[in-house]
């Protein structure tokens, strides 16, 4: 079974920082192959959004209100995705989920969520 353990979120002040981690696991073996991973996050009544993406590739993607502050890195061999937040203001507040794209052999592909881990920045 496939599963996403998401790690790091915690209550910071304003312009500090936080280093987000999630792990996939249950994808060993030759007919998984994770194609992108990233993170996601939904304010307060807000709806969810794009942070960062990364994929097989190596390409990445950032939301626009976090470009320059935060950085997204991938560790293949560990089957792991990073969120490095630096700077970060009280609107980053949100419970942060990670995603997986993986493809399971001829089955096809799907999206996988984290459970989230809550970010909470402080003025």
């Known amino acids: 079974q496939v599963q996403l353990v998401e790690s790091g979120g915690g209550l910071v002040q304003a312009g500090g920082s936080l280093r987000l981690s999630c792990a996939a696991s249950?994808?060993?073996?030759?007919?998984?192959?994770?194609?992108?991973m990233g993170w996601y996050r939904q304010g307060p009544e807000l709806q969810r959004e794009l942070v960062a993406t990364t994929t097989s590739g190596g390409s990445t993607n950032y939301g626009d209100s976090v470009k320059g502050r935060f950085t997204i890195s991938r560790d293949t061999a560990k089957n792991t995705v990073y969120l490095q937040m630096n700077n970060l203001k009280p609107e980053d507040t949100a419970v942060y989920y990670c995603n997986a794209v993986i493809r399971i052999g001829k089955l096809g592909q799907y999206d996988y969520w984290g459970q989230g881990t809550q970010v909470t920045v402080s003025s």
């Open positions: 249950g994808v060993s073996g030759s007919i998984f192959s994770i194609n992108a």
